[in-house]
């Protein structure tokens, strides 16, 4: 006897938008506790990620605080297109240090479909004027320190975090 099981990942529009205002919750609270970015510039961030989620266009965020060039932070928002198993949790968590010479770097992963027509496209869209990148953000000097997800109905972005 043999059983199939089809899985149908199913969401709207509102709940990415739903996903994303939490993850802008985050990129403010990470702004203003490092003083990296002003308000401005982190809805501004908070603004691109979610026109990008809506078209179809991002697998991932990733938000690193250097002090004076060392890596002392980290957080990666990974998209999840079949997130009905998550648990949805309330954005913040560790309040981000405010360290000497504070710069943080955020860093977006496109998906396939961000082709260069899309690109094009996409311009009068965004608010902030995207370029490559070939950082690193392995994080491979840091220790992992959990995460969270953040989820409605199907569509979801998990959180990992990485601390000095």
Same mark, same amino acid.
């Given at each position: ?7 149908? =990942?199913?969401?709207? &529009? ?11 919750? @985050? ?18 961030? %908070?603004?691109?990620? #979610? ?7 991002? #697998?991932?965020?990733? &938000? ?5 060039? &060392? ?6 928002? $990974?998209? @999840? ?7 949805? /949790? ?8 405010? &360290? %000497? ?6 860093? !977006? ?24 990148? $070939? =950082?690193?953000? /392995?994080?491979?000097? !840091? ?8 989820? /409605? ?7 990992? @975090?990485?601390?000095?």
């Amino acid at each position: 006897m043999s059983q199939t099981q089809t899985r149908t =990942a199913t969401y709207t &529009v509102i709940d990415i938008e739903n996903v994303a205002r939490r993850v802008k919750a @985050d990129l403010i609270m990470i702004a203003d506790s490092t003083a990296g970015w002003t308000p401005e510039r982190a809805n501004q961030y %908070a603004h691109d990620v #979610e026109v990008l989620a809506k078209a179809g266009y991002l #697998e991932y965020v990733d &938000v690193t605080l250097f002090s004076a060039g &060392v890596e002392i932070k980290a957080t990666r928002f $990974d998209v @999840d297109t079949d997130a009905g198993g998550l648990t949805s /949790s309330r954005p913040g968590g560790v309040l981000w240090p405010r &360290v %000497a010479i504070p710069f943080l770097r955020i860093v !977006l992963g496109y998906t396939n479909a961000y082709t260069a027509s899309a690109k094009e496209a996409m311009k009068g869209k965004l608010k902030i004027s995207w370029s490559p990148t $070939d =950082a690193d953000t /392995s994080h491979s000097g !840091l220790k992992s320190t959990g995460g969270r997800a953040y989820a /409605s109905n199907s569509y979801g972005m998990q959180r990992k @975090d990485w601390a000095a």
